[in-house]
């Protein structure tokens, strides 16, 4: 089946930093993607949907601005939290569709903002 | 638009006994409908899919789920549960037209030894 990896899966940052999470389809093309924030035992939070070659579609609520996506190439996203706070602590997870619309998920990052 | 429900948040079951996780949906179209496991600290896994052609859909682990159009639900099941089953489940529907998937709010399945 198609492989989606995430990095880092863990970090843990200094409020007021950024941080760069990477999200890549390593076996296969994706020209969307989709990111995620989970809150624990609580439902995924649709945050974007990222897409190749053109701005990023962001879900009602989701500020552009804090929450920055680059869809780079074929097989990576990447997401930016900027100026981050402790409120944005989460676990967030991307995802890419393959095969009549299953959505294969990376492993997610564990983001603790002190 | 399209939505899912999950009407249970916890489910339990001793080992060995069937289990069934219940996932209604709505949608304007031909559904495409999935399910997904999700352990502690990891992503979310697939399980199955429902595309089209047999209402009964086998998938990983031994799980299986029956579409019913009239009842518009796609409940997971299992003859026999594992402990090993226990994690959090998500139902998700996706339009035919649609360009991505509606979840639900997961139900945390809790089989007991």
């Known amino acids: 089946g198609a492989v989606v990896s995430q990095h880092p899966s863990r970090v843990i940052c200094k409020s007021g930093t950024s941080v760069k999470i990477e999200c890549r389809s390593l076996?296969?093309?994706?020209?969307?993607m989709f990111w995620y924030r989970q809150f624990p035992k609580q439902s995924l939070m649709l945050m974007a949907t990222?897409?190749?070659?053109?701005?990023?579609t962001y879900e009602q609520g989701v500020e552009k601005d804090k929450f920055l996506i680059n869809h780079a190439s074929l097989t990576l996203s990447t997401l930016t939290v900027t100026s981050a706070h402790p409120e944005d602590s989460s676990f967030y997870i991307c995802?890419?569709?393959w095969g009549q619309g299953t959505q294969y998920f990376g492993p997610g990052t564990r983001l603790l903002v002190l | 638009a399209q939505s899912v429900a999950q009407p249970e948040d916890q489910v339990n079951v001793a080992e060995g006994n069937p289990l069934t996780v219940k996932c209604t949906y709505s949608?304007?179209?031909?559904?495409?409908l999935f399910w997904y496991v999700q352990y502690p600290n990891r992503g979310l896994q697939f399980l199955l899919k429902?595309?089209?052609?047999?209402?009964l859909v086998k998938g990983s682990y031994g799980f299986e789920a029956e579409f019913n159009k009239s009842q518009t639900s796609f409940h997971l099941k299992k003859p026999s549960a594992l402990v090993s089953d226990s994690a959090l489940y998500f139902c998700?529907?996706?339009?035919?037209?649609?360009?991505?998937?509606?979840f639900g709010d997961g139900t945390t399945l809790t089989v007991k030894p």
């Open positions: 076996d296969f093309q994706a020209t969307t």
């Open positions: 949608v304007s179209g031909n559904p495409y």
């Open positions: 995802s890419a569709p």
């Open positions: 998700a529907v996706r339009d035919t037209n649609a360009g991505k998937s509606t």
């Open positions: 429902y595309i089209t052609g047999d209402n």
């Open positions: 990222s897409n190749e070659g053109s701005k990023a």
